[in-house]
């Protein structure tokens, strides 16, 4: 494998440490250096320590197979070696010398491994140590790589100035929204535009399919190639040339297919800063009239957008002494009307989008061994259903569309009630959580990743972040043939998390915000890759932290004494957790639809 290490780290005799006085950065935060013509090839005369340093730099670049970095190698070895064997993402890169003759020399590199990137793009969080072997002979007068294990390891900081992570979108199943698809590219401005339309074209990654609709699958594919609004086929996507793009089979598509189609393309290559207008063909002729000489926006997509349905008209509520309460701007506490408002028996409230269901579950007052909780689904003002008992229900998790709350009954059982919107019934159905529950085999032995003790659904319907274990995972929700249920591909997201996760909630389509137990760092943000993390402010929170409930706007936790807030918009430097006037106790938890 080959290393990418940080310009400033040299290979010397011995062991060399990357400086460790900073705190650890996650991919997205790190300053991109400014875009260069790219590392230059080998100077002749080189020791063979600086020469294997400017290989390690070179490495960063993936241009034509890593032309450049195999300038640094033998011939053979230039031949033989497989860059795409392997793409792995580490930190703190250790190098030992482990010998050095006239005209031979041998390094080993070890290295922490954060993540790994798929041949698709898709980045994939780890928590291990990679050990990679690198030999150097003499080629001539000139020191050169002989020997070194397939595919390549990059340094993270590395990494961060050569990929940029972009954002595919394609739409979910019910055709009402569209799912982020996060890939990592390295690739100049002017190829951009063309790469991220092929990589639509090729789709999701296997995982994701299930869960999404692909409207470049198909019959339906790219005529030619993208060109700027006046077919220019250079430096397409630089500037304000627009975008101009024709899909072959696309003119027999119903009009909502149209739009979807225009979503999954405009939404993609804005988020990635290629900017429009867009000019989209079917077949050679406009894929809709109305857009024939302006071309499409964003906004013409917006309603589309991932983003826009995670703003809810319906305002903060709380759990207060047992019962659901609503919060207005002025810190006034209203019990909700209905059972849900008089009921003091309630451990967590789940509100539909759109304010007019809950989910709750209730405390049954049974004595052991009967079930110590009940499930209740009913209307905001009105009766509820028993629908579950358990001795653990996990807080309920509202469906966009409110057709169904999920809930995870003793740990492993994951189930769905079905809220039927023309008859008002409500019934129960088994969601197949296998692939969560099951960990990877070792040997003979079956693992568990159980129990389960927090599961919120995506606004689209297509992921579920959940805790198993004390570990984060964002798994994909697959319906099946038969209409079944199932929670698959569950990807480890926060590994490095020295203590338990403890609630979390989606803060937009592609990130979560978590708690977890102690008092250092204890809440954070995740890109739902696992590639980036942000370490909130805990001023003023007093542990144990007990529930996170989130808007892209603010944020609320419940901790030991109090619900607290914290505001998006506000500058890093004045942002810390203010407490929300009334809800005060030890056991009051926020609530938001969702």
Not at 106 to 131: F, M, N, W
Not at 315 to 330: E, F, K, T
Request: a negative charge; one cysteine or more; proline letters at 8%.
């Amino acid at each position: 494998m080959l290393l990418v290490l940080m310009t400033g780290c040299l290979i010397a005799s011995g062991c060399a440490n990357l400086p460790d006085s900073s705190a650890p950065q996650a991919l997205g935060t790190i300053d991109r250096a400014p875009t260069s013509a790219g590392p230059p090839p080998p100077t002749l005369g080189r020791d063979p320590d600086l020469l294997l340093r400017d290989f390690l730099q070179a490495t960063a670049d993936p241009t034509g197979n890593h032309q450049t970095a195999r300038q640094y190698l033998t011939p053979d070895a230039a031949s033989a070696w497989d860059d795409h064997a392997d793409t792995v993402i580490v930190e703190k890169p250790d190098t030992l010398r482990e010998s050095r003759t006239a005209d031979a020399a041998t390094y080993v590199v070890r290295a922490h491994k954060i993540g790994q990137l798929a041949p698709d793009g898709s980045y994939h969080a780890a928590d291990g140590t990679v050990e990679t072997r690198i030999d150097m002979a003499k080629v001539g007068s000139e020191w050169r790589i002989a020997v070194l294990e397939p595919g390549v390891v990059i340094e993270r900081t590395a990494f961060a100035k050569s990929y940029r992570r972009y954002t595919l979108y394609f739409p979910n199943l019910a055709g009402t929204t569209v799912v982020p698809d996060l890939r990592w590219v390295a690739a100049p401005k002017e190829q951009l535009a063309g790469r991220l339309v092929a990589m639509l074209q090729q789709g999701p990654p296997p995982a994701l399919a299930p869960a999404v609709r692909n409207m470049l699958a198909p019959p339906i594919s790219l005529k030619g190639t993208v060109t700027k609004a006046n077919g220019d086929p250079t430096e397409v996507g630089v500037g304000l040339g627009g975008i101009q793009l024709d899909f072959t089979g696309a003119s027999t598509l119903d009009p909502h297919s149209k739009e979807l189609l225009a979503a999954e393309v405009v939404l993609t290559l804005a988020g990635a800063e290629v900017l429009g207008p867009y000019l989209l063909l079917a077949d050679g002729k406009p894929l809709d009239e109305r857009y024939a000489v302006t071309g499409w926006s964003v906004s013409d997509v917006n309603s589309l957008s991932s983003a826009t349905g995670e703003h809810s008209r319906v305002g903060l509520h709380a759990l207060r002494d047992g019962g659901l309460v609503s919060v207005d701007d002025n810190g006034s506490i209203t019990p909700a009307p209905g059972y849900f408002g008089s009921s003091h028996n309630l451990q967590s409230v789940a509100l539909s989008q759109d304010g007019q269901l809950v989910a709750a579950v209730a405390d049954s007052g049974r004595p052991a061994p009967e079930p110590a909780h009940t499930l209740l689904v009913g209307s905001y003002d009105g009766t509820f259903f028993p629908v579950a008992q358990g001795n653990t229900i996990t807080r309920p998790s509202w469906t966009f569309d409110g057709g169904s709350a999920w809930a995870v009954i003793d740990g492993e059982h994951v189930i769905r009630a079905v809220h039927d919107h023309t008859t008002g019934n409500v019934s129960v159905q088994d969601v197949d959580a296998t692939a969560i529950v099951d960990a990877p085999q070792v040997g003979s032995v079956q693992a568990s990743r159980a129990p389960i003790t927090e599961l919120r659904v995506s606004h689209s319907g297509a992921r579920a972040a959940l805790i198993a274990g004390g570990r984060v995972y964002i798994a994909v929700v697959v319906v099946r043939p038969d209409g079944t249920y199932a929670l698959t591909a569950p990807e480890p997201v926060a590994v490095g998390l020295s203590t338990n996760a403890v609630s979390l909630d989606w803060i937009t389509a592609d990130t979560i915000i978590l708690t977890r137990e102690g008092s250092v760092d204890p809440v954070q943000t995740y890109s739902i890759d696992g590639s980036d993390w942000t370490v909130e402010p805990s001023q003023n929170l007093t542990p144990p932290l007990r529930v996170v409930s989130a808007t892209p706007d603010v944020q609320y936790v419940a901790d030991s004494r109090a619900v607290l807030q914290l505001q998006s918009s506000e500058p890093s430097s004045d942002r810390f957790w203010r407490e929300v006037p009334g809800l005060t106790g030890p056991s009051v938890s926020p609530v938001l639809p969702g």
